[in-house]
């Protein structure tokens, strides 16, 4: 490749991607900041857009190509002129979001509920991270502990979704809290409940080698759980239930797994007036069981990426140490092997795959796209 400006990757449609250059962006707000991104994680929603070329309705295209990627960290490139909390060389994370700031979501703090939300790489026309420089509001970049570095960073992003989720149930110190789904976003929220103060967790999962890791990442602090497929929902849950001693039922549920089973049998495992929160996602429609939902009294929410707080919550667990997170990694894949990242964690090897910034290469691979 030639000497590019700023090199990004766009998504054409499924399995079809191109490295292309873009201009530079320029400081053009008080408020703005250019970061240089360094890495990028890979996330489901991306192998989604690889596989399908898009979700829910936003689709890019051939006339229509997309700039990928929204897990990203990176270091200070250029900031405006009304910014002080970062400066150029900083590393840090990046929320890769702009929201309008002047809707009544805005104003009562949930902007992710923002209509005119402009998240990364979401279509038609909103850029993502997989770019040499990246321009973003500068209150949106987090800067990163000197104690945590910029692989770790990536992964700020999903520790906000969990923080988001866990802050949904309000989990408190000393409860009960089942997770189920044991990939990344799972293993993460486990560690911000454990941060609130959950004293019981439990993982659950189909696969051996997600459980077995998810041991290993909490040093035997949790219990897992693997589910009977040939079993009922009622059944698994009475098991969960009853092997880890939660009495009439969870305090809590966070479902990261998106499976229709995952969910009914949460509901079952729930104690009466137990709070869910949905953060994975599968099916558009499933079949639930909302009878005992009522009768139960369940507190159920959704969950929509993050929003006010949530961020410095994830710098606060990434400061803090208290978990292995850097393990979390599997791979590093070099810029120009992006589709190799979406594709290994398309066949689900390893937890947390990542991808290196334009020009910082790894001199063992052979570079393709």
Not at 47 to 53: K, Q, T
Not at 81 to 87: D, E, G, I, L, R
Not at 143 to 159: D, I, N, S
Not at 166 to 193: E, W
Request: hydrophobic share 35%.
């Amino acid at each position: 490749m030639t000497s590019s400006s700023n090199p990004s990757v766009f998504l054409y449609g499924p399995g079809e991607a191109r490295i292309e250059d873009t201009p530079e962006p320029t400081i053009t707000e008080p408020t703005d900041a250019i970061v240089r991104i360094k890495y990028v994680g890979v996330c489901g929603s991306d192998v989604h857009f690889w596989n399908h070329g898009g979700i829910n309705g936003k689709y890019v295209s051939e006339t229509l190509p997309l700039v990928m990627g929204h897990e990203a960290s990176g270091t200070i490139h250029a900031v405006g002129q009304a910014v002080t909390h970062v400066k150029p060389g900083d590393n840090v994370a990046i929320e890769p979001g702009r929201p309008c700031r002047a809707c009544p979501r805005c104003k009562e703090g949930v902007y992710n509920l923002c209509p005119s939300m402009k998240f990364a790489a979401c279509p038609p026309d909103t850029p993502g991270c997989l770019t040499k420089y990246y321009k973003i509001p500068a209150d949106f970049c987090y800067r990163l502990p000197a104690t945590v570095g910029l692989q770790e960073g990536v992964l700020a992003e999903p520790l906000a979704v969990a923080a988001h989720a866990v802050r949904m149930v309000d989990v408190k110190p000393g409860q009960s809290v089942v997770v189920f789904g044991s990939g990344t976003i799972g293993l993460v929220c486990g560690a911000v409940a454990r941060t609130f103060g959950a004293k019981k967790l439990v993982l659950v999962d189909i696969l051996d080698h997600k459980l077995e890791f998810a041991r290993r990442f909490f040093d035997e602090s949790v219990t897992t759980f693997k589910p009977d497929t040939n079993a009922s929902a009622e059944q698994n849950a009475a098991r969960i239930v009853e092997e880890n001693d939660l009495g009439l039922g969870a305090d809590a549920v966070i479902e990261a797994s998106g499976a229709e089973s995952s969910i009914n049998t949460a509901i079952h495992v729930l104690r009466p007036g137990g709070s869910f929160v949905q953060t994975g996602l599968g099916k558009p429609v499933i079949n639930f069981p909302i009878v005992t939902m009522s009768e139960k009294e369940l507190h159920m929410h959704g969950a929509f990426r993050y929003n006010t707080g949530d961020f410095r919550v994830a710098t606060d667990v990434l400061e803090s140490g208290a978990f292995p997170l850097k393990s979390l990694i599997t791979k590093i894949f070099d810029f120009e092997q992006t589709t190799d990242a979406w594709e290994e964690t398309k066949h689900g090897r390893g937890i947390k795959n990542m991808i290196r910034g334009y020009g910082l290469k790894d001199p063992t691979r052979t570079a393709h796209l």
